[in-house]
């Protein structure tokens, strides 16, 4: 009997374990799925909506070939900019590897800018050329070759039982075996609309002739080996985060890196890091961790930040201007020299709100402008700088600086904070001859600094 009774508590036990052990499996298997649907919802609501900005590019420049009123024409500049800007953001919550889609980057960057050239050069009278009226016409058509493009994907995506992950995964595929199967990559064939796309000559900060402008950190720098850019990836993601560091791919833009894909011991987690050829700076790292929350408050977000920093020999940095967006902070740094604010030479950090690691790095505008500035020391005092300001504005804080002008050329400033109903702002005296270079309204809000 005792037997029995022992055989019969046994098959219970098993019985409950085994019910426990499915119950944690549907559980976990529910809450991955969970995750998966809400990470391929929020990929897709990118996607719609970067297809619905660049039908609005395509609509407002076709607009903007006809009129030839310039309070219409800057009105259009105005549209097709916030559109591309929307844009651009939208594209870059995708997981696609910059280097795939670089010239559309490109084009959605040029395309505002242009316009908004165009618009000034007609408010101050001076005529458009016919030349410039063509490259309006090029642009309208690209831009409409490029929704084609987006919203067959889109139709693809909508009719196909694969999610949007599964065929960015399909093209990341296509495009490592390259051939004939680098043709079926849909990235890739959006990007083919702009094999031919015209270079933009124009008096702007993304013409193309400032587009290849050489970085200043690595002029005379030697090309690195392959072995010793992963090296420098490794060292710079830290070897106990990472169980293997994998060559993905190259990229060819104005500045060449090697791009390096690391597993984790998170299968959900994977890190994308790239260092350029020249040189072997990491120029950008994102890891995709997963932010369940965030109770990172802006101080500590700055304190995380400086220290990652100073480690990796990053030094005497200033921050400026920062976002929260789903748990994760952005803060903007820029360099100093003399206590003078390099606003160019700026580094970008993300950090997770939840686990308060760095999980993004962007050091292009640094790797691009940082240099040995030859004037630190300005001409004219601060009280004469603030002398011929609006006397309406009440005035706080100044400080120098250099600014990046839109003809890609920098002038140091004095950066005035000021007030004036209730709003923020930042007026740019240049230092040397006192003409007012820029004014930015700040925005200061629940969970960001910003500056228009």
């Given at each position: 009997m005792d037997f029995i009774r022992r055989h019969k508590s046994s098959i219970a036990i098993t019985a409950v374990a085994l019910a426990l052990l499915i119950g944690l499996g549907t559980y976990t298997y529910n809450r991955v799925e969970a995750y998966e649907l809400k990470v391929e919802n929020q990929y897709r609501r990118a996607f719609y909506d970067l297809t619905d900005s660049v039908k609005n590019i395509d609509v407002a420049l076709s607009k903007g070939i006809i009129t030839t009123e310039p309070k219409h024409l800057a009105q259009?500049?105005?549209?097709i900019t916030q559109y591309s800007s929307y844009a651009k953001a939208c594209l870059g919550q995708l997981p696609i590897e910059d280097a795939t889609l670089e010239n559309t980057q490109k084009f959605l960057t040029q395309v505002g800018d242009y316009t908004r050239m165009l618009a000034s050069k007609s408010i101050d009278n001076v005529p458009i050329t016919e030349q410039q009226h063509q490259t309006m016409m090029e642009l309208s058509k690209?831009?409409?070759?490029?929704?084609?493009?987006?919203?067959?994907?889109?139709?693809?995506?909508?009719?196909?039982?694969?999610?949007?992950?599964?065929?960015?995964?399909?093209?990341?595929?296509?495009?490592?075996?390259g051939g004939s199967e680098a043709s079926q990559n849909a990235f890739s064939d959006i990007?083919?609309?702009?094999?031919?796309?015209?270079?933009?000559?124009?008096?702007?900060?993304?013409?193309?002739?400032?587009?290849?402008?050489?970085?200043?950190m690595l002029k005379g720098m030697p090309e690195v080996s392959l072995e010793e850019?992963?090296?420098?990836?490794?060292?710079?993601?830290?070897?106990?985060?990472?169980?293997?560091?994998?060559?993905?791919?190259?990229?060819?833009?104005?500045?060449?890196?090697?791009?390096?894909t690391a597993v984790t011991d998170d299968e959900n987690r994977s890190i994308y890091i790239s260092v350029t050829k020249q040189g072997g700076y990491v120029i950008s790292m994102l890891d995709t961790k997963n932010v369940e929350a965030s109770d990172l408050n802006y101080e500590e977000g700055i304190r995380i930040s400086q220290e990652f920093l100073n480690t990796k020999?990053?030094?005497?940095?200033?921050?400026?201007?920062?976002?929260?967006?789903?748990?994760?902070?952005?803060?903007?740094?820029?360099?100093?020299q003399d206590g003078v604010i390099l606003y160019p030479d700026l580094i970008k950090l993300k950090i997770a709100g939840d686990t308060k690691e760095i999980i993004g790095f962007e050091a292009r505008g640094?790797?691009?402008?940082?240099?040995?500035?030859?004037?630190?020391?300005?001409?004219?005092?601060?009280?004469?700088?603030?002398?011929?300001?609006?006397?309406?504005?009440?005035?706080?804080?100044?400080?120098?600086?250099?600014?990046?002008?839109?003809?890609?050329?920098?002038?140091?400033?004095?950066?005035?904070?000021?007030?004036?109903?209730?709003?923020?702002?930042?007026?740019?005296?240049?230092?040397?001859?006192?003409?007012e270079e820029k004014i930015l309204l700040v925005l200061d809000q629940e969970n960001s600094l910003l500056t228009m």
């Open positions: 259009i500049a105005n549209e690209y831009a409409n070759e490029l929704f084609q493009s987006l919203n067959g994907l889109e139709e693809q995506i909508l009719s196909s039982k694969k999610g949007f992950s599964d065929i960015v995964a399909t093209a990341h595929e296509a495009q490592q075996a990007e083919a609309n702009f094999l031919n796309y015209p270079s933009l000559i124009y008096d702007g900060p993304f013409s193309d002739h400032m587009e290849n402008i050489e970085p200043e850019a992963k090296q420098k990836a490794l060292d710079f993601i830290g070897s106990d985060k990472v169980k293997s560091l994998e060559h993905a791919s190259d990229g060819e833009g104005r500045i060449h890196t090697y791009g390096f020999g990053f030094h005497n940095f200033k921050d400026s201007y920062y976002e929260v967006v789903d748990g994760i902070m952005t803060i903007n740094f820029a360099a100093t640094y790797l691009t402008h940082h240099k040995q500035r030859e004037q630190t020391v300005p001409s004219i005092s601060a009280e004469a700088a603030k002398k011929d300001i609006n006397k309406n504005l009440s005035t706080d804080k100044v400080n120098l600086c250099y600014i990046p002008l839109e003809s890609g050329t920098e002038v140091l400033c004095y950066e005035i904070k000021g007030k004036f109903d209730n709003k923020n702002y930042l007026i740019y005296i240049n230092a040397n001859n006192g003409n």
